[in-house]
């Protein structure tokens, strides 16, 4: 059955760091985060390509309102995926959901962003950033 099962949530403070974790039980080749406030639509944060470790290397993409602050990464296809969160703000809080693609396609970032291109996502984790 395929799951994706997301930790590394919490409170902390502006300014500092979190790591969120999305380990999958199921084929997971491209896979992103999303995130979503109260009151308003998921939005894309960041997403890697399937990486096989030799022709193919995880490719990334970021919102630009994360640029330079979140890194994204995946050692291999049968590692989890992590999303490293510096330097975080106040608009930074919100649920943060982990989804996979479930079958192959040729790297193509500009998919990432499009949530309609994965085909299961996880429970979500909360973040919270208070001032």
């Known amino acids: 059955q395929k799951q994706l099962v997301e930790s590394g949530g919490g409170l902390v403070q502006a300014g500092g760091s979190l790591r969120l974790s999305c380990a999958a039980s199921?084929?997971?080749?491209?896979m992103g985060w999303f995130r979503q406030a109260p009151g308003t639509e998921r939005e894309f944060v960041a997403g890697?390509?399937?990486?096989?470790?030799?022709?193919?290397?995880?490719?990334?993409a970021y919102a630009d309102s994360v640029k330079g602050r979140f890194t994204i990464s995946r050692d291999s296809a049968q590692d989890p995926v992590y999303l490293q969160m510096s330097s975080l703000r106040t608009e930074d809080t919100a649920v943060y959901f982990c989804?996979?693609?479930?079958?192959?396609?040729?790297?193509?970032?500009?998919?990432?962003?499009?949530?309609?291109?994965?085909?299961?996502w996880g429970q979500g984790t909360q973040v919270t950033v208070s001032s």
């Open positions: 199921g084929r997971a080749f491209d």
């Open positions: 890697i390509t399937w990486s096989d470790g030799v022709m193919y290397h995880g490719r990334t």
């Open positions: 989804a996979a693609k479930e079958t192959w396609t040729h790297p193509n970032l500009a998919r990432l962003v499009d949530s309609s291109w994965y085909d299961y």
